[in-house]
């Protein structure tokens, strides 16, 4: 299993966020990028790809870091890519909140929550919803129908579902020292807190989060089961590894 991340290669001579690939079995990193610029990865479904936010524009890279793709200008803007389940799309947020679809294929712009803005898309396994933040965590199609609020706890970031397509994972600030990884259970409603830490990320089993803590004294990434058991540290950074996926 293979862990993108963004984090500054201060050590390096940088400054700046980067794009890192990091392989969890042999903790070997390769940087993919070099342009200071590199933020908010996501890995393709195939696991070819990785879209990014560079700046402004979401830049799609392949996994070898090489060939490199431009979807979105400086005046579309784009934040925080997340691939649909076939990789035919990406779900982002634009400058003014709102939640845009992208078709790789043509570049073709959508709107999706019309009345409603929106930020942190995380998509459905079947690709038919969308799941997104406006303060606390809702639900809705990918045309913007069916809109539902989930959650009344408000301060909630970072929504994740799960492969199986029953659960979300999404971080919740309980105060300005604390923020818990939560997960909620779709059929139930029930939220169960995991571990504290901000940006949970599952893994392709579903058995386990990557998610940020700065537990250490210092921001990294670390790997937890669901039932909150076998914490593992993965990044050793010195200006500490962000948004893992």
């Given at each position: ?6 984090a500054n290669?201060?050590?390096m001579?940088?400054?700046?966020m980067?794009?890192f ?12 990028t070099?342009?200071?610029n ?14 990014y936010?560079d700046n ?6 392949d ?8 979807i979105t ?6 934040y925080k890519?997340?691939?649909s389940?076939d990789?035919?799309?990406l ?9 845009m679809?992208?078709?790789i294929?043509?570049l073709?712009?959508q ?10 898309p ?5 690709g ?6 406006y ?12 809109s539902?609020?989930l959650?009344v ?5 970072h929504?994740s579902w ?7 994972a999404?971080?919740?600030e309980?105060?300005?020292?604390r923020?818990?990884?939560?997960i909620l ?7 169960t807190?995991?571990t504290?830490?901000i ?9 386990k989060?990557a998610?940020?803590?700065?537990r ?8 937890i089961?669901v ?6 540290q ?8 962000i948004?893992?996926?």
């Amino acid at each position: 299993m293979k862990i993108a991340y963004s984090a500054n290669p201060s050590s390096m001579g940088q400054t700046g966020m980067d794009v890192f690939v990091m392989n969890v079995k042999t903790f070997q990193v390769k940087q993919l990028t070099h342009t200071g610029n590199g933020d908010a990865p996501a890995w393709s479904p195939d696991g070819k790809q990785i879209a990014y936010q560079d700046n402004q524009r979401i830049v799609i890279v392949d996994s070898a870091g090489i060939f490199k793709r431009a979807i979105t200008t400086s005046i579309s803007s784009g934040y925080k890519p997340a691939w649909s389940p076939d990789g035919s799309m990406l779900a982002i947020t634009d400058r003014d909140s709102r939640i845009m679809l992208i078709r790789i294929s043509d570049l073709t712009l959508q709107p999706v929550n019309q009345g409603l803005n929106g930020t942190n898309p995380s998509w459905s396994p079947d690709g038919k919803r969308l799941a997104f933040i406006y303060d606390d965590l809702y639900i809705e199609d990918t045309d913007g129908a069916n809109s539902h609020l989930l959650t009344v706890i408000g301060n909630i970031s970072h929504p994740s579902w799960s492969p199986d397509g029953q659960s979300i994972a999404f971080a919740h600030e309980i105060n300005s020292q604390r923020h818990d990884v939560d997960i909620l259970d779709l059929a139930s409603k029930t939220i169960t807190t995991v571990t504290q830490g901000i940006q949970p990320a599952w893994s392709p089993d579903g058995k386990k989060l990557a998610f940020i803590s700065d537990r250490s004294g210092q921001t990294e990434i670390y790997t937890i089961n669901v039932d909150g058991t076998g914490l593992t540290q993965l990044t050793y950074n010195p200006s500490g590894g962000i948004c893992p996926h």
